[in-house]
């Protein structure tokens, strides 16, 4: 299994804050059976410092270089978590952002309880700049989780969507887990992600994807999934099912 996002760097962000919490979270990827990690921490985030791709680069260069870590056979990629904002433009023009592995494909984060007026726009433009946006966890975005539709227009438009394995699995919430199921059976998701941070607080649970009863119907669709992670990390093109809109049942009421 490849893992496109996560924040495994030491002290860049809100994952690890020592090298043994980092060492831990890869060892917990070994035993999931991840075999690659696109290494993705914020950037252009109000709460964290701008994370440009050549220094991401540089820090997995180094990392690869440790023995600890060669040991454990798990391929590291460089990317970004990108929050939506005008400065996207500018950073790509000076190469301060870069798709992940330096493929078409980047991983766009939204503010968590809102869908900014000009997403569609910047969604657009990023298309005709030569890239495709991966809308991260939109099933955590409380206006899309109300209206699932609001995902349908941005895939619609030719975004791509990764959904987070924690809201699969129910950790996060029966609702959240609902909404989830309700995405990939309305074609709206393309890609899995763990979005680990801590070891035991946000850790990889890819695996579980697997042994959560909820989603034995799923486990076809959940492979096709994972396998398009492996895809874009390689910038091969992600063969999409056409998005259904969502149509709330109407109850029948009694008269």
Known sequence: MIDIHNHLLVGVDDGPSHDDEMMSLLKQAKEQGITGIVLTPHHLHPRFK?????????????????????????????????????????????????????????????????????????????????????????????????DINLLFELINGGALSQITASSLTGVLGKKIQTTSIRMIEHNLIHFIASDAHHVKTRPFRLAELFKTRELRCLEEEIEYLLNNNKEMINNKVIKTKRPIKYIKKKHLGLF
Do not use: W
């Open 50 to 146: 701008s994370n440009h791709f050549e220094n991401i680069v540089q820090k997995i260069t180094q990392l690869k270089q440790r023995e600890d870590i060669k040991q454990l056979g798990i391929e590291l990629y460089p990317g970004q978590e990108i929050r939506l904002n005008g400065q996207i433009y500018e950073d790509i023009e000076k190469g301060r952002i870069c798709g992940i592995n330096s493929s078409q494909y980047l991983l766009i984060e939204l503010p968590s309880n809102e869908l900014p007026h000009y997403t569609k726009s910047c969604i657009y433009r990023l298309q005709t700049m030569g890239y495709i946006p991966i809308i991260v966890h939109p099933e955590r975005n409380k206006v899309i989780a109300k």
